[in-house]
T-cell receptor, first 114, second 114 residues
Framework: AQKVTQAQTEISVVEKEDVTLDCVYE???????LFWYKQPPSGELVFLIR??????QNEISGRYSWNFQKSTSSFNFTITASQVVDSAVYFC???????????FGTGTQLKVEL | NAGVTQTPKFQVLKTGQSMTLQCAQD?????MYWYRQDPGMGLRLIYY???????DKGEVPNGYNVSRLNKREFSLRLESAAPSQTSVYFC?????????????FGDGTRLSIL
C-alpha cells in the first residue's frame, strides 16, 4: 500500500516570507516517483516537478526548491520570497511500479497575504 | 496549446438524471484518466485508459462508466446521478502508461447533484 501525508492543512504567510510545505510518503517499493502539483483558485491542476527515488539531488527552479530525503521519506517543497500569486492548494503525489496508481495527499492550502 | 480540455465546466443535475462528461487531449498521449476531487480527500481515480481501446476501473468506479472514443477522447458517464457524486471531476493524460509519467490535468468539471 502507498500513502502520502500532507499534515499541514492550511498555511498563511505574509508576502516575501519563505514557506515550506511538508510531504511524507509511505511505500514498500524501492523504485517510485514523487510529484508536486499546484491548484490555484481557478481550479486547474498544474504539474510542477517529478523526482525519482534513485535521485536524491535537490532541485531549484527560480523561487521554488524541493528537498528529497529518503531517510525520512519526505519530499518537501519550499517557496522563497513568497508572492500573492503563490496562493493555491499544493498536492504531493506518489506513484510506484505496481499498477501505475498515482496517490495524492490531501493537499496544503497556502495563503499569501500582502 | 490547449492540453486537456473538459466540457462542461459546471453542471447541475437532479438525482436520477444521466450525464456524460467529455475530455479531449491534443498532446498525442496514450493514457487517459478520470479523477474525482472531494474536500479533504485529495484526488481519487475513477477509471483509466492505459491505451486506445482499453479501459479499466480505478479506486472508486461504482456509478460510472467510461468510453475511450479514440486516442484523443475519453468520456465519463453517470447513468443515474446520486447526491454522493457531487464533486469536481478531473480528466488527465500522460504520454505513456508508466509510473514515472507526469499526468497533465484539465480544468475540471464542477458537478452538483440535487
Amino acid at each position: 500500500a502507498q500513502k502520502v501525508t500532507q499534515a499541514q492543512t492550511e498555511i498563511s504567510v505574509v508576502e516575501k516570507e519563505d514557506v515550506t510545505l511538508d510531504c511524507v510518503y509511505e511505500t514498500r517499493d524501492t523504485t517510485y516517483y514523487l510529484f508536486w502539483y499546484k491548484q490555484p483558485p481557478s481550479g486547474e491542476l498544474v504539474f510542477l516537478i517529478r523526482r525519482n527515488s534513485f535521485d536524491e539531488q535537490n532541485e531549484i527552479s527560480g523561487r521554488y526548491s524541493w528537498n528529497f530525503q529518503k531517510s525520512t521519506s519526505s519530499f518537501n517543497f519550499t517557496i522563497t520570497a513568497s508572492q500573492v500569486v503563490d496562493s493555491a492548494v499544493y498536492f504531493c503525489a506518489l506513484n510506484t511500479g505496481g499498477g501505475n496508481k498515482l496517490t495524492f495527499g490531501t493537499g496544503t492550502q497556502l495563503k499569501v497575504e500582502l | 496549446n490547449a492540453g486537456v480540455t473538459q466540457t462542461p465546466k459546471f453542471q447541475v443535475l437532479k438525482t436520477g438524471q444521466s450525464m456524460t462528461l467529455q475530455c479531449a487531449q491534443d498532446m498525442n498521449h496514450n493514457s487517459m484518466y478520470w479523477y474525482r476531487q472531494d474536500p479533504g480527500m485529495g484526488l481519487r481515480l475513477i477509471y483509466y485508459s492505459a491505451s486506445e481501446g482499453t479501459t479499466d476501473k480505478g479506486e472508486v468506479p461504482n456509478g460510472y462508466n467510461v468510453s475511450r472514443l479514440n486516442k484523443r477522447e475519453f468520456s465519463l458517464r453517470l447513468e443515474s446521478a446520486a447526491p454522493s457524486q457531487t464533486s469536481v471531476y478531473f480528466c488527465a493524460s500522460s504520454e505513456l502508461w508508466l509510473p514515472n509519467q507526469p499526468q497533465h490535468f484539465g480544468d475540471g468539471t464542477r458537478l452538483s447533484i440535487l
